[in-house]
């Protein structure tokens, strides 16, 4: 099924105009840090290892005004890169979040 032509009547053109910019990479990083913290408390240091590469991975993919592209082929290999670190991230984030019910006495969300 093909998909739907794009709407370009005034209506869509000011919902476009003030729909916010989705967030960046940065940002979504830094969510999911917040997130992770306040669900695992001090378990939470366990992952910074790995949250850093991600933040590295990140930083290259975005590296912000006046900071050097990568090529599609470097940045081809840092998107495999970050997604195998994503990968470690959700299972370490698994195992911390059993132990963070263990201590809590085996309660359940």
Do not use: H, I, W, Y
């Amino acid at each position: 099924m093909p998909p739907a032509p794009a709407r370009t009547d005034a209506a869509a053109s000011r919902k476009n105009a003030s729909a916010p910019p989705p967030p960046s990479l940065a940002e979504l990083l830094e969510r999911l840090e917040r997130s992770v913290t306040t669900s695992l408390g001090g378990l939470s240091a366990g992952l910074q290892p790995l949250l850093e590469t991600v933040r590295e991975g990140v930083k290259a993919l975005e590296p912000g005004p006046g900071g050097a592209r990568l090529s599609p082929k470097e940045r081809e290999a840092r998107c495999v890169q970050l997604e195998k670190a994503f990968e470690r991230l959700e299972d370490v984030m698994e195992g911390l979040q059993l132990a963070a019910r263990a201590q809590a006495g085996g309660k359940r969300d």
